[in-house]
């Protein structure tokens, strides 16, 4: 199993960009998809996740700008971002519970896409 992200770049401040990340390989099932993402010198965080049923949570800090979707069929999770600010440079990672046996779910991680924001 393999997630791929995508959809990085460069944003000037108050533009928008959309991420993607889709999932591939042997797949029985894909419970919650996440977005995390690394600043420079600070921690890993959590952005956005989204469960299978499409229930989604944000971040205080994206609220309102970040939006989160996925389509099942495609195993592709979205992050539609507006607004965006200085502050959301980062390297953006995609994050999912797979099912890959029927058994049970692992957590598998993306390579991670690095947005840049800056006039």
């Known amino acids: 199993v393999q997630l791929q992200a995508s959809g990085g770049g460069l944003a000037q401040p108050g533009g928008s960009l959309r991420l993607s990340c889709a999932a591939s390989?042997?797949?029985?099932?894909?419970?919650?998809m996440r977005w995390y993402r690394q600043a420079p010198g600070k921690q890993r965080e959590l952005v956005a996740g989204?469960?299978?049923?499409?229930?989604?949570n944000y971040a205080d800090s994206v609220k309102g700008r970040f939006t989160i979707s996925r389509v099942n069929a495609k195993n592709t999770v979205y992050l539609g971002m507006n607004n965006l600010k200085p502050e959301d440079t980062a390297v953006y990672y995609c994050?999912?519970?797979?099912?890959?046996?029927?058994?049970?779910?692992?957590?598998?991680w993306g390579q991670g896409t690095l947005v840049t924001v800056s006039s």
């Open positions: 390989g042997r797949i029985f099932k894909i419970n919650a």
């Open positions: 994050n999912a519970d797979i099912d890959a046996t029927g058994w049970a779910p692992l957590e598998y």
């Open positions: 989204i469960t299978s049923s499409s229930s989604t």
